[in-house]
């Protein structure tokens, strides 16, 4: 993720460094690192409500700790699924409830188990289509009601948004009119492209998707906040980087990032 560039010497560094410095230097203060002589490679595998976050994180701790990263982003279903089968990882991100199976399956190291941030659903629509009418539970059922498609995706928001809509009474009327989202597609791409009329998503996985505008949050009587969290894998080889990774993303150097990216931190 990171490049390598030729530096002159006798050539004033460029302003967007010197903005950088004072972070990267509260970056390496704020860990407890290990051997610098012994960089190592991360594996991370992580819900995509985390990715546009940390791919602007990572960059900062690989210059800080010497250590290099490299992450696969899925829905919350998908990472349990990859890690029960099997698959190779140092550090897991995914929604809360699959982070307690993992645990009961033994695939996370005891005590690794950590908070990394919080999101809230969102409602979006087509970039200059009317804005639908959010403010309250009623208000949403009647948006529903009165869409041509609506689109959820098949992670943590998309299982809540079931039960949301029994709860509602309209789950049989949503059945009939949901657009397909294929697994690890934004649903802000599919409102985008005119395929649903009204999305429903993780805010921080809205937020980057353009031609879409964000309506806002879901009302707080029917607000779902789902806590990402995760530890370290218990097969894991590279525990003390790792460990060093989930200090970082958990510091507060980390905690403006993660914030403008729609997420809360812990």
Same mark, same amino acid.
């Not at 900062?60 to 696969?72: L, N, P, Y």
């Given at each position: 993720?990171?490049?390598?560039?030729?530096?002159?010497?006798?050539?004033?560094?460029?302003?967007?460094?010197?903005? !950088?410095?004072?972070?990267?230097?509260?970056?390496?203060?704020?860990?407890?690192?290990?051997?610098?002589?012994?960089?190592?490679?991360? !594996?991370?595998?992580?819900?995509?409500?985390?990715?546009?976050?940390?791919?602007?994180?990572?960059?900062?701790?690989?210059?800080?700790?010497?250590? !290099?990263?490299?992450?696969?982003?899925?829905?919350?279903?998908?990472?349990?699924?990859?890690?029960?089968?099997?698959?190779?990882?140092?550090?897991?991100?995914?929604?809360?409830?699959?982070?307690?199976?993992?645990?009961?399956?033994?695939?996370?190291?005891?005590?690794?188990?950590?908070?990394?941030?919080?999101?809230?659903?969102?409602?979006?629509?087509?970039?200059?289509?009317? @804005?639908?009418?959010?403010?309250?539970?009623?208000?949403?059922?009647?948006?529903?009601? @009165?869409?041509?498609?609506?689109?959820?995706?098949?992670?943590?928001?998309?299982?809540?948004?079931?039960?949301?809509?029994?709860?509602?009474?309209?789950?049989?009327?949503? !059945?009939?009119?949901?657009?397909?989202?294929?697994?690890?597609?934004?649903?802000?791409?599919?409102?985008?492209?005119?395929?649903?009329?009204?999305?429903?998503?993780?805010?921080?996985?809205?937020?980057?998707?353009?031609?879409?505008?964000?309506?806002?949050?879901?009302?707080?009587?029917?607000?779902?906040?789902?806590?990402?969290?995760?530890?370290?894998?218990? @097969?894991?080889?590279?525990?003390?980087?790792?460990?060093?990774?989930?200090?970082?993303?958990?510091?507060?150097?980390?905690?403006?990032?993660?914030?403008?990216?729609?997420?809360?931190?812990?």
């Amino acid at each position: 993720m990171m490049y390598g560039h030729a530096r002159n010497l006798g050539k004033q560094p460029h302003r967007e460094d010197v903005m !950088k410095a004072p972070f990267i230097i509260a970056v390496a203060a704020s860990l407890v690192l290990p051997n610098l002589c012994q960089a190592s490679e991360i !594996k991370v595998l992580a819900s995509v409500a985390m990715k546009d976050a940390y791919l602007e994180l990572i960059p900062e701790f690989e210059q800080a700790t010497g250590h !290099k990263v490299s992450a696969a982003w899925s829905s919350t279903p998908d990472v349990q699924k990859r890690i029960a089968a099997g698959e190779a990882a140092d550090l897991i991100i995914l929604g809360d409830s699959g982070t307690e199976e993992l645990i009961r399956q033994g695939k996370l190291a005891a005590g690794s188990r950590v908070n990394f941030a919080k999101s809230s659903i969102g409602v979006a629509v087509r970039a200059g289509a009317p @804005a639908p009418d959010i403010s309250s539970a009623d208000a949403v059922k009647r948006s529903v009601l @009165a869409a041509k498609s609506v689109a959820y995706s098949a992670g943590a928001s998309g299982i809540y948004l079931v039960s949301m809509f029994q709860n509602l009474g309209i789950s049989d009327q949503v !059945k009939s009119k949901t657009a397909t989202v294929k697994p690890g597609e934004p649903v802000g791409e599919v409102v985008a492209r005119g395929e649903a009329e009204i999305g429903f998503h993780q805010l921080s996985e809205l937020i980057p998707v353009k031609g879409i505008q964000i309506v806002g949050p879901l009302p707080s009587e029917i607000q779902n906040i789902t806590v990402y969290s995760g530890g370290v894998h218990s @097969a894991t080889k590279e525990a003390d980087a790792a460990i060093a990774l989930v200090k970082f993303l958990t510091g507060p150097a980390a905690a403006p990032i993660i914030k403008k990216h729609g997420l809360q931190p812990g």
